[in-house]
């Protein structure tokens, strides 16, 4: 291959939305454990850019292992039909552990999942992605509990981080076995966010 006699310029960065909002949510996706069950809980909150405004097209994705910290090996989080090709959506009867939610107009966002257990020296946590106009990556974070505050002294990620840094890992207890989360993509306040290599 013959290199070109000008360099071209380097082609710009795509963003990671807000293009995901017509293919990646589906039905049930906010309901990660099956509606009616004892342990159900709600994760809630809204998702804010660096000047505090709701993000109305963010999307979420969750995981996290059921309440003896296994990861569940189900499938069924997105059934396809075998007639129709489409989704149905969840079959309303398994935990998957995973679930997919677009923010509202208000950059609002809810799910209904089980309170995980712990895993491998972790305090128990929610995997959280975040998807967002503007970013040329998707973001991880965790989503803690605040009754585990013994836990969390002994978690790696949660020890590392100075203590007002954590707190933007750890959700606020509400009521009706509710928990909010606010995400902040920027600013003083911003979610720690984690890097994988």
Do not use: K
């Not at 007639?83 to 950059?107: E, I, K, L, Y």
């Not at 040329?136 to 981080?161: I, K, M, S, V």
């Amino acid at each position: 291959m013959t290199q070109p006699r000008h360099p071209l310029p380097p082609t710009a960065s795509q963003t990671v939305g807000p293009f995901y909002g017509y293919a990646l949510p589906y039905p049930g996706g906010p309901d990660i454990a099956p509606a009616g069950h004892p342990d159900r809980i709600t994760v809630h909150g809204c998702v804010y850019d660096g000047e505090g405004t709701p993000v109305s097209d963010a999307l979420l994705e969750l995981w996290g292992p059921d309440p003896a910290g296994r990861v569940p090996r189900t499938s069924g989080s997105m059934r396809r039909d075998e007639t129709t090709g489409g989704f149905p959506g969840r079959n309303g009867v398994d935990f998957t552990g995973f679930g997919r939610v677009a923010t509202d107009r208000g950059g609002r966002w809810a799910a209904r999942t089980l309170r995980p257990g712990a895993r491998g020296g972790s305090a128990p946590y929610l995997s959280v992605c975040v998807f967002a106009r503007g970013l040329l990556h998707h973001l991880y974070t965790r989503l803690y509990f605040p009754e585990d505050t013994a836990a969390h002294a002994a978690d790696p990620l949660l020890a590392a981080l100075p203590r007002q840094r954590r707190a933007t890992l750890i959700a606020v207890a509400g009521d009706n076995r509710g928990y909010r989360f606010d995400i902040r993509l920027q600013g003083a306040a911003e979610t720690v966010f984690l890097e994988f290599v």
